[in-house]
């Protein structure tokens, strides 16, 4: 298998039509058919469920897919910061949490990105498995973990910040005139919650509670639909500080406070880039 292949594959893929990934690529559309036929063979699977007028990836195929696209990005990753001149320039990819204490990190993002104007930065949204996932496979430089996850595999930072716990709930809700809301309520409520925090125990060990205990609706692994659904009257959307930018809704811490770390991670032992190392280095000064 080439990358010349994987190039193809995805043309196809993406087109769903082998004469349109040929326009695209610039090349015969006999060619990529042999080709394509050629890495099917190779693999022994069916990469394609080939119709009339257009062309679908069989469940063989979706693996695949998936796979090259993270092959090709690590390669120009790659490819891009060997090429690098004195003047550092390329890609620093960040995969990160919701958070507003994001802030810090885009500080530091702002200061390199002054001084080195030829940087550019990607961002991939996600919970901490959505992070770790991506940092494990080297389709990101740098992770940004939300919570008490293990943290055995990286080296990282702490940042000098927390989030604190709280509920989002309607600004009509009679829950909502109070300063904040005692930890116990939470037992009585329709919660929905992050699917992370619950797969780690974090808020069942909070309440001394068993899943079954708590009426819990619905989880999610990230904010904006959970506060549609607090907004249509399902539930309370159980999260850390106040993201929402909805008039409808208001946020209230709980009481105990629960805190909830910040860490800038990276892989352990990882011989990072020029421009990733730069930015490590301007992120360790600045916090």
Avoid at 82 to 106: A, V
Avoid at 198 to 214: A, C, G, P, V, Y
Avoid at 252 to 268: C, D, M, N
Wanted: proline share 3%; charged share 25%.
């Amino acid at each position: 298998m080439e990358i010349r292949d994987l190039e193809y594959f995805i043309a196809v893929a993406q087109e769903q039509n082998f004469t349109a990934a040929s326009e695209r690529l610039h090349v015969s559309q006999p060619a990529i058919s042999k080709q394509i036929k050629t890495l099917e063979k190779e693999l022994g699977k069916n990469l394609f469920i080939r119709g009339k007028r257009s062309t679908s990836l069989s469940d063989d195929g979706k693996y695949l897919y998936q796979k090259a696209i993270e092959i090709l990005s690590i390669l120009k990753s790659a490819k891009d910061s060997l090429q690098s001149d004195e003047e550092l320039h390329g890609d620093i990819s960040i995969g990160c949490g919701e958070s507003r204490e994001m802030l810090i990190i885009i500080k530091a993002m702002k200061i390199m990105q002054n001084k080195y104007p030829n940087i550019i930065f990607h961002l991939y949204s996600g919970n901490d498995e959505d992070v770790s996932y991506r940092l494990d496979n080297g389709l990101v430089d740098f992770g940004l973990f939300i919570g008490r996850t293990d943290l055995n595999k990286y080296d990282y930072l702490r940042l000098p910040t927390t989030n604190l716990w709280g509920i989002i709930m309607r600004k009509d809700d009679k829950l909502a005139k109070k300063e904040y809301i005692d930890i116990k309520t939470l037992i009585k409520l329709p919660l929905i919650c992050p699917r992370q925090a619950l797969t780690s125990r974090e808020i069942l060990s909070w309440l001394n509670k068993d899943h079954e205990q708590l009426n819990i609706i619905s989880t999610v692994n990230l904010l904006y639909n959970a506060e549609l659904m607090v907004e249509s009257g399902m539930g309370y959307a159980l999260t850390i500080d106040n993201l929402s930018n909805n008039p409808f809704l208001v946020f209230k811490k709980i009481r105990p406070e629960r805190s909830v770390p910040l860490v800038f991670a990276y892989r352990k032992n990882a011989i990072l880039s020029k421009q990733s190392a730069k930015f490590l280095e301007i992120l360790m000064s600045y916090i």
